[in-house]
């Protein structure tokens, strides 16, 4: 465990180092993924769901706040739409510009749920929306669950019945309206699994608030098997046709994906909780404080194997010593040289030499007695 949280650590100073860069990454790998999942689903106008357009727009998206994602989405819905039927897109367009007054306008911020809700749909994992939001975020995600859960199942209506909305005049557009509203709002299904991440969300988001031990574990868990018991009660009741095997694995990813938020965002060590209280004028509190499970990343330390160091005045030392060196060497030398010319001379230079002796001292006597200078 304590290699998994020294990793977390590493993370945690990564993204601290790089948030901007990891952000931005973050934000074009999901308006990519958005942009393809509509062009594959409901790809009708083929300029549209190119994909050198489909990279494009996600490559603009990443430069502007999320909510543009979510506004290029909108748009590339509505031409697949109008590619359809000019029904579709009355009806689509309507939805779209509620959701626009009525919410988007005043939590923009939300809009990343609703772009993550249809794609937890396409991917059959649709119980993570609301365990993941119910641990992270507050009870205004709802209405974007709603709404993005919406736009699923209007996308899938339109894939499905795309072949028979071909009437262009006005009773065929009155016809097409009519059953897509009929289609899209009176479907159980769609209803039940809007109930159930409703429920859902509310289970984890009160459970993961109390202060319990485990509360977030607990939370995940009883969100999980809120979302399959209300999606199997809704079956039995109204007939609609469930997967209970796609039902148990979606919880099982939702399981592990809420394990993997508690790790990174709620790590704490319950077995050194402490219980205070403490009053004022007014009240009695009662506090229960839980530390925070972290282990500090160790440093790594780099010995480096160095020439041996010399003192500072080491290299003028070292001058002087040669110096000295090379003039003693001189006198050496030349010591050596006068040696060997004496040598070399030998016993005739020698007899040369007191001759030269015997004619200085006859000079000096005979100036002395003739008085000379």
Not at 19 to 42: G, H, R
């Amino acid at each position: 465990m304590d290699s998994l949280f020294v990793f977390r650590g590493m993370l945690q100073d990564l993204y601290a180092k790089n948030s901007k860069v990891i952000d931005k990454a973050v934000q074009f790998v999901l308006a990519l993924v958005t942009f393809y999942l509509i062009n594959q689903n409901v790809g009708f106008m083929k300029m549209a769901a190119n994909p050198v357009v489909t990279l494009a727009l996600a490559v603009i998206c990443t430069f502007f706040p999320m909510i543009m994602t979510a506004i290029m989405a909108t748009l590339l819905i509505l031409a697949h739409m109008y590619a359809v039927s000019l029904g579709a897109l009355v009806v689509t367009a309507a939805v779209f510009l509620v959701m626009y007054i009525f919410y988007f306008r005043l939590t923009s911020k939300m809009a990343l749920v609703v772009l993550l809700t249809p794609i937890a749909f396409v991917l059959k994992i649709p119980y993570v929306i609301p365990v993941v939001f119910g641990l992270i975020a507050g009870p205004a995600a709802l209405v974007a669950i709603s709404c993005g859960t919406i736009v699923y199942y209007m996308m899938e209506y339109v894939k499905k019945a795309a072949a028979g909305m071909k009437g262009k005049d006005a009773v065929g557009l009155m016809g097409q309206v009519s059953a897509y509203l009929k289609q899209v709002f009176q479907s159980k299904e769609m209803w039940i699994f809007i109930m159930a991440c409703v429920i859902g969300f509310l289970v984890v988001y009160t459970l993961r608030r109390q202060s319990i031990n485990h509360a977030w574990k607990i939370a995940v868990i009883a969100g999980v098997v809120t979302n399959i018991v209300v999606v199997t009660a809704g079956d039995i009741s109204f007939g609609v046709a469930a997967s209970y095997a796609s039902m148990i694995l979606a919880g099982g990813a939702s399981v592990i994906i809420g394990l993997i938020l508690e790790f990174f965002f709620f790590s704490v060590d319950y077995t050194r909780s402490e219980k205070m209280q403490f009053e004022d004028d007014e009240y009695y509190y009662y506090v229960k404080a839980i530390p925070k499970l972290s282990v500090s990343t160790p440093e790594k330390t780099v010995k480096r194997i160095n020439k041996r160091q010399e003192p500072e005045n080491a290299t003028e030392v070292r001058r002087r010593n040669r110096s000295s060196e090379g003039a003693s060497g001189k006198k050496t030398v030349n010591k050596a040289r006068v040696k060997k010319s004496q040598l070399k001379r030998g016993p005739a230079a020698k007899k040369h030499d007191m001759k030269e002796i015997d004619k200085m001292l006859l000079t000096q006597s005979l100036k002395k007695d003739l008085n000379l200078k």
